[in-house]
Nanobody, 122 residues
Framework: QVQLVESGGGLVQAGGSLRLSCTAS????????MGWFRQAPGKEREFVAA????????VYADSVKGRFTISRDNAKNTVALQMTSLKPEDTAVYYC???????????????WGQGTQVTVSS
């Protein structure tokens, strides 16, 4: 089992920035690819970004490419999502996920955090 806890969500104005963090505990963090998903009210959960075990490969949804950056620190068991140029349509609950395998075309999580709310006001 991997336990994931997100932090860093909040309310920000359009054009602003936020940094989400996810701390993992349990099994060896570096053995898992990590990702971020989000779910807006009334919508399905959608992929945002993912990073492989070493941090050498990343993939992003088209909607966030160029604005969001995913990174990880295997020494601290953390993965972060730096979000810039935020838009009202980025408003959602953001979830951290850990996966046994990494795919740049079809990433999905095996373990999930509880989520953190991000609200972008216009």
């Amino acid at each position: 089992q991997v336990q994931l806890v997100e932090s860093g969500g909040g309310l920000v104005q359009a054009g602003g920035s936020l940094r989400l963090s996810c701390t993992a505990s349990g099994r060896t963090f570096r053995n898992y690819a990590m990702g971020w998903f989000r779910q807006a009210p009334g919508k399905e959960r959608e992929f945002v970004a993912a990073i492989n075990r070493s941090g050498g490969s990343t993939v992003y949804a088209d909607s966030v490419k160029g604005r969001f950056t995913i990174s990880r620190d295997n020494a601290k068991n953390t993965v972060a999502l730096q979000m810039t140029s935020l838009k009202p349509e980025d408003t959602a609950v953001y979830y951290c996920a850990a996966a046994r395998s990494y795919s740049s075309s079809n990433f999905n999580g095996d373990y999930w955090g509880q989520g953190t709310q991000v609200t972008v006001s216009s």
